[in-house]
């Protein structure tokens, strides 16, 4: 049975971020000096992390967040990052470059809430969470099918070094049924994937993983968390078991962590 780590990074700030306006996916803004520095503040809290694939949106705030990690990383700088358009933040149509408050105000007008009012021309939230569920499939296949192919890290690497390297700036768990364990016996974990994305969509995919999985949580975090949109540069580390024709196991290690932003903001 593969297991894989999947660690999610919300994109770094930008101008629009601290304006408080809507940058859907069709806002292709660049991050803001501040966001330069979250992406070197998370590069630096995950450069000791060995990850064997490595995920971004396609638009240019989370090609610069994922650059800016992976140029801090001991193991990773210069490793190729495949782009795609799954993991681009939800469509808002008519309301994309007005303020948050402006979205607030129509879905009122329309006796709703954000953020399940969907706005002319926007996405609902079902379509964005198909896009989240059929990028998150499309892992599954490939490690399966690198698993199958018995693809083996570098001979330079140790075997267990890709649970080890997790293991010392994340909060994993032991001896809890589902849950990862450094220590764990062979085969541990087949990958570790990067993933940089954005916060609606990324709230998207945690419901998915944690209601429709129905993947564990720790004991510090409650479900109502699943409501709050990740800081930017907010980490979160899912462990992943599945097999061919079974539905995946979901076990979140940790979710929006923040802790490498002190001083930056």
């Known amino acids: 049975m593969p297991r894989f780590a999947l660690t999610v990074v919300r994109h770094g700030e930008t101008r629009l971020n601290k304006e408080k306006i809507l940058q859907?996916?069709?806002?292709?803004?660049?991050?803001?000096?501040?966001?330069?520095?979250?992406?070197?503040?998370?590069?630096?809290f995950l450069n000791n992390v060995l990850?064997?694939?490595?995920?971004?949106?396609?638009?240019t705030r989370t090609k610069q967040t994922i650059h800016g990690i992976l140029?801090?990383?001991k193991f990773c700088k210069g490793m190729t990052v495949k782009y795609d358009s799954r993991l681009r933040e939800r469509k808002y149509g008519v309301a994309e470059g007005k303020a948050l408050s402006e979205l607030r105000a129509m879905a009122k007008a329309e006796g709703k809430e954000c953020p399940v009012f969907t706005p002319p021309g926007g996405e609902t939230l079902d379509q964005v969470k198909i896009r989240g569920k059929d990028f998150f499939?499309?892992?599954?296949?490939?490690?399966?099918?690198?698993?199958?192919?018995?693809?083996?890290l570098s001979p330079e690497v140790p075997g267990n070094y890709l649970e080890t390297s997790l293991a010392e700036i994340f909060p994993l768990g032991k001896n809890h049924s589902g849950e990862f364990r450094a220590d764990c016996s062979p085969p541990g974990l087949a990958a570790s994937i990067l993933v940089v994305s954005h916060g609606a969509y990324m709230r998207s995919l945690f419901g998915y993983f944690l209601t429709d999985l129905k993947g564990s949580l720790p004991a510090t975090l409650n479900r109502s968390e699943l409501m709050a949109?990740?800081?930017?540069?907010?980490?979160?580390?899912?462990?992943?078991?599945?097999k061919e024709g079974g539905e995946p196991t979901v076990h979140c290690v940790c979710m929006n962590l923040r802790d490498h932003l002190s001083g930056v903001n």
């Open 137 to 152: 499939e499309f892992l599954c296949q490939l490690i399966l099918k690198e698993a199958s192919q018995k693809e083996q």
């Open 24 to 44: 859907g996916q069709g806002m292709d803004e660049p991050l803001s000096e501040t966001g330069f520095k979250q992406a070197a503040a998370a590069g630096s």
């Open 51 to 59: 990850f064997t694939h490595a995920f971004s949106s396609d638009l």
């Open 229 to 242: 949109v990740s800081p930017n540069t907010g980490i979160s580390l899912f462990i992943i078991d599945f």
């Open 71 to 73: 140029e801090k990383s």
